[in-house]
């Protein structure tokens, strides 16, 4: 057969090869501009609508009330391992030495009524009436001994505490001078050295002093009242010296009834 001869029979074959290309590319082509749109659409409608959430969220956000805040700084301590480990102490320094005995012998006000005028003063809870009756002496220009303070009925002594008489910061103390010789005479009472006393009591020796202090106390009380009272007596801080009973550190968190004391036990002062 001649190349003329296979002219037709070529030529339509490869018309409609390149008519099925040409349809095909066409197809592929609209099914991408199809995708193309949907992938531009769908991103349009999500932001679309994140906007709209956005939105709302932040009204509502607006509407609310804030009930409470969190500090996250103070709430969170990254710099500890542990967060159990005790604080550290500083060095030389025994737990004993660190606790904090404020908050067992508070400073109160005292309201006075001196001769018509209130007088505010200051004293701690285990500390003896007698600092009063010294700053009332210097503050009116009267002697101390003929200086009288008086709680409702009941006249205050030098030696008492407001711990002693139930003194709280409602109470008003009436002060007024009254002449030596005048001043109202205490009941006497008989006291016998060979009956135990009623109240419990500790005796604190030391090299300081030649007769034991009597500490009065309950036996249910920690021995950190022990401590305050001795601090009070020797006018000192409580971390200046320790306490020991029978050769035992004697420790602020302990009590009488603990050691199975009875009372009038020895105790020993030492100064640091």
Known sequence: MGLNNLLPLLLPRNHHHQGNELAAGKKKSTAATARQTQANTIPNMFQAASRGNRHQVAEIAARARVVDTIDMVTAVNLDSDDENSPPPQLEGTSATE????????????????WQGEIQMYKLRQYQKFAQLFNEISERNNVPVDDIVINMDANLIKPQQTPKDVGLKVFHILNGYPFASGNKPAEPTKHVDLYTKPKKFQLKVQGDRWKRPLIILMNKTDAFKVLYIKCAEEMECSVD??????????????????????EGNEMIDFRKK
């Open 240 to 261: 200046d010296f320790k306490l020991f009973f029978d050769g035992e550190l004697l420790e602020p968190d302990d009590t009488p009834r603990n050691q199975e004391m």
């Open 98 to 113: 660190t606790k904090n005995y404020d908050f067992d012998n508070p400073e109160i006000d005292i309201n006075l009524s």
